[in-house]
């Protein structure tokens, strides 16, 4: 007599344990952002080929802006003439700057003579044809507030990882020194405006690959004061994230909202949510977007325990004759709309608007994982 087939058990529920405090929550001047929260990069005033009015049709909550970019084109005074930078690219909600640090920090890797540093800030140009434009504490400030940030960020002089330990010394004692200007120039600028019309300004920690170093640039930072802090980039050290964010949010109070900056795969926006972190900003979803790489099947049941989601690229034979949605779980408007094959021929015939309709497929998946994580963390 044949055994009967038993079904497989169901998995257990995920139990998730946030650091002590870790908000839920962050209130900016233009609305509360429930945490986790992923934010697009906007780095030149767009997200990229995708119309500012239908973000939202994504889950999307707030974004973030270049400052080095912007700075250079269209111009600081050029956004502050137009109204800011909500104005000029039409968005309502919560914004966030950077510093231009970390983007001066790129021309000075590339070793074209694009940028340099020196006590009073950092000089950069994104072409030899250009002239150098001066990035120091109080222009970084005078161009985020003239931008019209919502979240401000100090100047800090990013070093890789390799950097030798006098260069990563000298990087805490910069950013540290910037980070005290910052704070000075902020709050003279914003002192005779009502509490609840100014932005917040961060900091960000650096220190390299020594935990003595960073611990030192953690607890300075907290002296000065900043409503929040970011880490990430090129300080992290390759497969040893969870190591280095979960250290940099031990060095932190309790309770402080925190930034992985430039964090992006699904797998370590979980691994850093889990260690404390809040917001997150990256460019893959909208660049893998653009070459056809879409995240699909979210599954919340396998976060915290693998890798939550699947992979479909859409310059797979596969996709020209699939009838169904790409990702039938999801719901933005080319999975609730068109067949996966009618995608793949967008992206066959190089259509612009595969690249939108993708785009905003993958911030979807993102805005619904972060969703799925704030669920997780209130239950």
Avoid at 91 to 100: A, R, V
Avoid at 263 to 284: H, K, M, R
Avoid at 316 to 345: F, N, Q, S, Y
Avoid at 349 to 378: C, K, P, Q, V, W
Wanted: proline share 7%; charged share 20%; net charge neutral.
């Amino acid at each position: 007599m044949a055994r009967a087939r038993t079904a497989p058990a169901a998995a257990a529920p995920v139990e998730v344990e946030l650091p002590e405090g870790a908000p839920t929550s962050l209130s900016t001047r233009r609305g509360e952002l429930t945490l986790p929260v992923f934010v697009p990069d906007a780095t030149r005033a767009v997200v990229r080929g995708v119309p500012t009015d239908r973000l939202a049709d994504s889950g999307v909550r707030a974004l973030l802006v270049s400052t080095a970019h912007l700075a250079l084109q269209p111009g600081a005074s050029v956004i502050g003439a137009l109204g800011g930078a909500h104005r000029f690219m039409g968005w309502p909600g919560p914004m966030i700057s950077d510093s231009g640090g970390f983007q001066a920090f790129s021309l000075l890797a590339s070793g074209n003579g694009l940028a340099e540093v020196n006590d009073a800030g950092l000089n950069y140009r994104f072409s030899p044809k250009q002239k150098f434009r001066q990035l120091t504490p109080r222009s970084c400030i005078e161009t985020q507030l003239r931008v019209g940030a919502d979240i401000v960020y100090c100047l800090d002089y990013c070093t890789s990882p390799s950097a030798p330990a006098a260069e990563q010394e000298r990087s805490v004692e910069l950013t540290l020194r910037w980070a005290a200007e910052c704070r000075e120039v902020f709050d003279r600028m914003v002192a005779d405006r009502p509490a609840e019309q100014r932005p917040l300004l961060f900091a960000v920690v650096q220190g390299g690959r020594d935990e003595q170093r960073r611990a030192r640039c953690a607890d300075a930072l907290v002296d000065i004061g900043f409503d929040g802090y970011g880490f990430g980039g090129y300080p992290i050290v390759d497969g040893k994230l969870v190591d280095e964010v979960r250290l940099v949010a031990e060095l932190l109070p309790a309770g402080t909202p925190l930034h992985g900056l430039g964090i992006g795969t699904p797998e370590n926006l979980v691994e850093s949510w889990q260690a404390g972190y809040g917001i997150f900003d990256c460019t893959l979803p909208t660049r893998n977007a653009r070459r056809g790489v879409l995240y699909t099947a979210l599954d919340v049941d396998a976060i915290g325990r693998g890798r939550p989601y699947k992979i479909a690229r859409l310059t797979d034979e596969r996709w020209v004759r699939e009838k169904g949605p790409i990702d039938p779980g999801c719901d933005c408007p080319m999975c609730t709309t068109l067949p996966g094959g009618a995608v793949a021929h967008m992206f066959r015939i190089e259509d612009t608007l595969a690249g939108t309709l993708a785009s905003m497929h993958n911030l979807r998946f993102y805005t619904r994982l972060t969703e799925a994580l704030h669920r997780l963390g209130t239950a």
